[in-house]
């Protein structure tokens, strides 16, 4: 446990980066990878023969440490970024069967404890959907003034890309990117996205009208591909 907290701070004194929570996970975890290989290398085989587990014995220390970490981390967790890096790791790179199990040792057949308490794992998914529906409104407030600039420079629309208009495309590769990334963490997590871009879209498409009704860039083309674009969001 000292030695993954040690590496913990060391990682945190180091240069900041895009991403260091992301950064210092992946450092926490080829800790845990190259200790417990050590382990299986030279300390299991020299108490098989006693019959004592001492692959399983240190696998759950080594778990019950990263744990202990990781709940250090996610209380300080802020923000959208941080937040899903949390719930990746946990979900998705620590959980993988290649993480804490080896071609010679298998996991214990008692199931390890949760990486994160259930109370603890449901207040990161509920941080961070919170901060998904700020961030998903933004993104639906850009798009929305990126047609209103092109409205007032009398831009012709765009044509179509292939069976979508541009920005029915824009808006389903955000809201397939949302949903995709939820996903990978949990399909509770999925459900709720999908329901926070479904209602997102629901103001987005009233606001759009309204916008559009009031800009004055009521001509043939822009009528078209403006009802085109709704249809196809609905």
């Not at 778990?63 to 998705?92: I, K, M, S, T």
């Not at 794992?121 to 959907?129: K, N, P, V």
């Not at 009398?154 to 809201?175: I, N, R, W, Y």
């Amino acid at each position: 446990e000292e030695a993954v907290r040690q590496e913990g701070a060391r990682e945190a004194q180091g240069r900041p980066t895009l991403s260091p929570l992301a950064r210092l996970l992946a450092e926490l975890g080829a800790l845990v990878r190259r200790d417990l290989q050590k382990v299986q290398r030279e300390v299991h085989p020299a108490y098989a023969a006693a019959g004592f587990p001492a692959w399983e014995a240190y696998l759950r220390a080594f778990h019950g440490a990263v744990a202990g970490r990781l709940q250090e981390l996610a209380h300080d967790a802020r923000g959208f970024e941080q937040l899903y890096v949390l719930l990746d790791w946990a979900a998705n790179v620590y959980s993988s069967p290649d993480f804490l199990g080896s071609q010679d040792q298998a996991l214990p057949s008692e199931p390890l404890p949760p990486l994160l308490a259930p109370d603890v794992w449901a207040r990161l998914e509920d941080d961070y959907t919170s901060f998904l529906e700020t961030k998903i409104a933004s993104c639906f407030d850009g798009i929305l003034q990126l047609e209103q600039s092109r409205w007032a420079a009398a831009e012709a629309p765009e044509k179509l890309q292939g069976l979508h208009t541009p920005l029915s495309f824009d808006v389903c590769m955000l809201v397939a990117e949302h949903v995709k990334a939820a996903g990978a963490i949990s399909r509770e997590l999925e459900a709720t996205t999908l329901g926070i871009c479904a209602r997102a879209l629901g103001l987005f498409l009233h606001r759009f009208e309204k916008a559009f009704l009031e800009s004055g860039a009521v001509s043939e083309p822009h009528v078209c591909a403006s009802i085109n674009a709704c249809e196809e969001l609905r």
